[in-house]
């Protein structure tokens, strides 16, 4: 053995042990930086896109850089129905067309995070029958699972999926930070689903003035009708 390779209790660990614990050191640094580099970057993708699927897409390519999924997954808890409904889908190599566009609580992944708002993690979904929503999910080849609760501090909203073919995929995952990266995610959702709100308020506003406007003009009544078919007709399709 070389002397430089042996530790002397007396004057610490020799000069390659050195070496290595700085280069392990500094490997881990690295990678803590780029992690919150890209935690960085989500926050810029989320004030530079309106639409969400745009932004999921972006999203998806960068967080490649940083957690192991070929498919990411966001399902949304619909309130009228108390169900967990397909919101988006993205990376897929694989078809989900065949996929429901809505499955129970009780019987799926995504329901047991929103409904428990803590992360869970699937060594191997062959070996897993918890949920029998999930045999889409091994039809699709999807052997592990890392799914996270998305909510605001006033929200419970739904549930982001990252989905590997790999078995074993998440078993050291950094839960911590993935969670850190979903609260963000839950953010850009909560922030469209309040503007698609303010559109559909404003839209209503601007139907009422047009009617009111419409009915104290000086119409008869074939013209009053028509006038108030065209007004709803720009907010709400309907037949002649």
Partial sequence: MNSSEITNPLFGPSREQEVNIHTATAVATDLETQKYLTVLEISKAIASH?????????????LRNLFPFRDLG???HDPQKNVMRSY???GSSGSWSDA??????????????????????????????????AEILKQQGVR????????????????????SEEVGAYDDFDLNFAQL?????????DAQFHQQQLERERDRSKLLLEVNNTLVSNLNLGELLSAISHSIGNVMPHDA
């Fill in 144 to 163: 592990s699972v890392c799914c996270l609760p998305l909510s605001t501090a006033h929200q419970k909203l739904g549930a982001l999926n990252l989905w």
């Fill in 50 to 62: 309106r639409d969400v699927s745009e932004l999921f897409h972006d999203l998806t390519e960068r």
């Fill in 88 to 90: 988006i889908m993205e």
């Fill in 181 to 189: 990266v979903s609260s963000q995610v839950a953010v850009a959702i």
């Fill in 100 to 133: 429901p566009a809505e499955v129970s609580i009780d019987d799926s992944i995504n329901g047991y995070v929103w409904l428990h708002q803590e992360p869970l993690v699937i060594h191997d979904l062959l070996e897993d029958d918890r949920f029998p929503a």
């Fill in 74 to 76: 966001v399902m949304m």
